[in-house]
């Protein structure tokens, strides 16, 4: 089992929908969860990120973290066609010797 | 503003060939990676760095080796090429918090 699980979609949603993006994960050590954008032939770019459980919103962005069902979730509201690319999950735990998980990502397609 | 520089962009191999991909970042990092990006895959981890003259094996460390001899400088080596090693490489470092991972722009890799 991958320690970090990602529904690859694709997904495809009209202009101004909300989107959902889900992933779940098995190493209960992990307490950074971030969320990467990345568009087509560029590298990934942080997002988001949240410490431990709990909210974040950043604009049209929500991250939230649910420790105890080890899964996070990124909604974006009002979806606008520049969301359309695709966002990686990933996670990382407190340690000097740690590194950072990534999910398979979600492709986004968000439709004018 | 730099950030972090892979080089080469692109390659092409002829299977069996070998060669040296190099990140290189400016920003003093402690941490450093090397992921490989396959379709379906996600990013998977190869080899990284917690520290100058450190390196450890992440998820797919077959087939490739690291060197971190300089703080800025990670390398990838590939000793023997082989189809299985066509993807598309990042290389990402990120400060001690290890709560965000810098990309670089990718390189692109084909083996013949």
């Known amino acids: 089992q991958k320690e970090v699980e990602q529904d690859p979609g694709p997904l495809s949603v009209p202009e101004g929908a909300i989107v959902s993006l889900n992933c779940t994960y098995s190493?209960?050590?992990?307490?950074?969860f971030m969320w990467y954008r990345q568009y087509s032939r560029k590298g990934p770019e942080l997002l988001m990120y949240?410490?431990?459980?709990g909210n974040k919103e950043d604009g049209r962005f929500t991250a939230q973290v649910d420790k105890s069902s080890k899964y996070i979730s990124l909604f974006i509201r009002d979806s606008q066609p520049s969301d359309s690319a695709t966002y990686l999950c990933?996670?990382?735990?407190?340690?000097?010797?740690?590194?950072?998980?990534f999910g398979s990502g979600t492709r986004l397609s968000i439709r004018p | 503003n730099a950030g972090v520089t892979q080089t080469p962009k692109f390659r092409v191999l002829k299977t069996g060939q070998s060669m040296t991909l190099l990140c290189a970042q400016d920003?003093?990092?402690?941490?450093m990676y090397w992921y490989r990006q396959d379709p379906g895959m996600g990013l998977r981890l190869i080899h990284y760095?917690?520290?100058?003259?450190?390196?450890a094996k992440g998820e797919v460390p077959d087939g490739y080796n690291v060197s971190r001899l300089k703080k800025q400088n990670f390398l990838l080596g590939l000793e023997s090429a082989a189809p299985s090693q066509t993807s598309v490489y990042f290389c990402?470092?990120?400060?001690?918090?290890?709560?965000?991972?810098?990309f670089g722009q990718g390189t692109r890799l084909t083996v013949v």
């Open positions: 990402a470092s990120s400060d001690i918090s290890n709560t965000e991972a810098f």
């Open positions: 190493n209960s050590a992990f307490q950074y």
């Open positions: 949240t410490y431990s459980s």
């Open positions: 990933a996670m990382s735990a407190y340690s000097s010797a740690s590194k950072i998980i």
């Open positions: 920003m003093n990092h402690e941490y």
């Open positions: 760095s917690v520290g100058e003259g450190t390196t």
